[in-house]
């Protein structure tokens, strides 16, 4: 027997350690959530012990009235609109940094975020319908279309010759600053009732989180996840650059735009129902790739739970930081996003991506 074949079984036995780590992995990030979520539905101005809302979860006709209302009307669809909101941002961050080769890729850093808000403070400030055919959508279509105009932009000048990731980065920037200033126009021009609902989309908060709007977000992810699975091989070999995927079959330009289009779809339709947070899509996918890897089989489920626990626990420090009140949600995702976000760009400089 040679040494190739002497070293296959190894090889094999290697790999399998690899996928059941990375599948441990994905079960710890589960069980942090569902600890997440049971302290989120705890933490209030009324305060429960996790016993209590267990019971008033799986035994709700045996459960006091008040506390029922409470966790099942009030609480629960805002710590679920947490981490479905957290898991479609992080996973539309983790597409645009492999679609974009980019570290430093999200909705939120590179404009797209912003372009939704100003999509729906132009509903919600002047009622203009940027899609006339369907009215009473009004809000998230805006959101998607300015959304997906921004992303299409980004796009297109990506595939300029000598466009680098600092160049991408600093338009994203450039994006935010210009959809920031419009959004302050549309509040100037807009009346004292229409501000404070602008107001909502700038702060970022979950407080407003119902059942239909949770269904919709959910419904964005089921549409959007099963395209990104069908094509894990196409984006994990997307990582390589364009010329080894294109060697490989992948379109690369169709892959990208198809990308976009999706990517657009998660990040308008959160920022629509619970305004502007930053900082979910960079920083989830980051702590994926950094326990998972590339591989998309494990690092688009990897991103999500991420995500969907940062914005999880952001939501629990929202309700502890002063007794009594809670904090904007999209305050306490750029408090805690801004260190990694210095962090990512002083080691960029350093280290290629």
């Not at 590179?110 to 055919?133: N, T, V």
């Not at 932009?153 to 920031?180: D, K, P, Q, Y």
């Amino acid at each position: 027997m040679s040494v190739a074949d002497m070293s296959t079984p190894n090889r094999s036995a290697t790999y399998r350690g690899l996928v059941q780590k990375k599948r441990l992995m994905l079960g710890g990030f589960v069980i942090l959530l569902l600890l997440s979520l049971l302290l989120d539905l705890a933490l209030g101005p009324a305060s429960y012990s996790l016993g209590d809302v267990m019971h008033a979860l799986f035994r709700p006709d045996s459960a006091a009235l008040q506390t029922r209302v409470v966790l099942w009307e009030i609480r629960l669809p805002v710590a679920l609109m947490a981490l479905a909101v957290g898991a479609a941002l992080s996973l539309a961050g983790a597409q645009m940094q492999t679609i974009l080769n980019n570290p430093l890729a999200s909705p939120f850093t590179l404009g797209i975020s912003a372009a939704a808000s100003f999509g729906a403070a132009l509903g919600l400030a002047f009622g203009l319908k940027l899609f006339p055919a369907a009215a009473e959508y009004m809000v998230p279509l805006n959101a998607f279309l300015m959304a997906l105009l921004s992303a299409l932009l980004i796009h297109v000048l990506s595939l300029r010759r000598g466009v680098s990731a600092e160049t991408i980065v600093l338009l994203g920037i450039a994006l935010v600053f210009t959809f920031n200033a419009l959004l302050a126009l549309a509040q100037y021009f807009a009346s004292e009732q229409a501000v404070a609902a602008v107001v909502f989309w700038t702060m970022g908060s979950l407080t407003k989180a119902t059942w239909p709007k949770l269904g919709v977000v959910c419904l964005v992810i089921l549409v959007t996840l099963p395209v990104f699975a069908r094509r894990a091989w196409a984006l994990t070999a997307l990582r390589l650059g364009d010329d080894k995927a294109a060697s490989f079959g992948v379109d690369v330009r169709r892959l990208r735009f198809q990308t976009l289009i999706l990517v657009s779809l998660l990040a308008a339709f959160p920022v629509a129902f619970v305004g502007s947070i930053g900082f979910v899509g960079l920083v989830g996918p980051h702590i994926a790739r950094m326990l998972i890897g590339e591989d998309q089989r494990f690092f688009l489920p990897a991103s999500m739970l991420a995500g969907a626990l940062m914005l999880s626990a952001s939501s629990v420090v929202s309700k502890t930081l002063i007794p009594g009140a809670i904090f904007p949600i999209g305050v306490v995702t750029s408090l805690i996003g801004m260190p990694f976000f210095i962090s990512l760009i002083l080691g960029s400089k350093k280290n290629a991506w």
